[in-house]
Nanobody, 116 residues
């Protein structure tokens, strides 16, 4: 089992920044990809950004140029730096980890609210 614990969500004004953290523990060997998803009320969960073990990244078009995903291998932690936040970024953000076996693990989610 893999445990994922997110932190860093909160309330921020439009144009502001936040950094989310996701600490992985447990059976973390063979994790090949980690990422962040989000789900807004009434909408489906969507991929925001992902990073492979090799460090390759991908982003949703809606966040390119504003969000940056990174990984600290020593701390088994993935970060999502979010700049120039917009009201449409408001959602619950979930950390995700995929193993080479195809097993997926999810964190409990952290709320991000962008509002003046």
């Amino acid at each position: 089992q893999v445990q994922l614990v997110e932190s860093g969500g909160g309330l921020v004004q439009p144009g502001g920044s936040l950094r989310l953290s996701c600490a992985a523990s447990g059976s973390i060997f063979s994790i090949v990809t980690m990422g962040w998803y989000r789900q807004a009320p009434g909408k489906e969960r969507e991929l925001v950004a992902g990073i492979t073990w090799a460090g390759n990244t991908n982003y949703a078009d809606s966040v390119k140029g504003r969000f940056t995903i990174s990984r600290d291998y020593a701390k088994n932690t993935v970060y999502l730096r979010m700049n120039s936040l917009k009201s449409e970024d408001t959602a619950v953000y979930y950390c995700n980890a995929w193993k080479v076996t195809g097993d997926a693990y999810w964190g409990q989610g952290t709320q991000v609210t962008v509002s003046s």
